[in-house]
């Protein structure tokens, strides 16, 4: 079930999510002082490609300075890879089946707010178990 929710996935929503995500690595990797946003953008952008199936958990080993850059992220790109999810997602509701693609894309607004210090790994479980 996995597979088949995140090739339709990758079709509706996470292939232009992702573009998204490298436009904002790069943009960041630009900057000496803005890599490490722009590697968590690149890691952000491999989970919006194929969700399903992966989770988002907070790093244990996260500190001070990743609140910080959080903070910042938010500022210049989070809120609208934030804002770029809730527009995919209006019309995956629309749809039958769109309905778990659209709750995974509102799912992952908060990595997409705040994604330094936490890391992606995968689930045991299957999607709607």
């Known amino acids: 079930m996995n597979a088949i929710l995140n090739v339709i996935w990758l079709i509706f929503a996470g292939l232009w999510l992702a573009i998204g995500y490298v436009v904002a690595g790069i943009v960041c990797c630009i900057l000496i002082i803005t890599i490490p946003f722009g590697i968590a953008s690149f890691r952000i952008a491999g989970y919006a490609l194929w969700p399903f199936g992966r989770t988002v958990v907070d ?14 992220w938010v500022v210049f790109a989070g809120i609208w890879l934030a804002i770029g999810h ?9 749809s039958i089946i769109g309905i778990p693609l659209g709750i995974a894309n509102l799912k992952m607004i908060p990595v997409s707010l705040l994604p330094l210090g936490k890391q992606i790994v995968p689930t045991n479980a299957r999607f709607g178990a």
């Open 59 to 72: 790093k244990p080993t996260a500190g001070a300075f990743s609140t910080i850059g959080n903070v910042i």
């Open 86 to 94: 809730v527009i995919t997602s209006i019309p995956l509701f629309v």
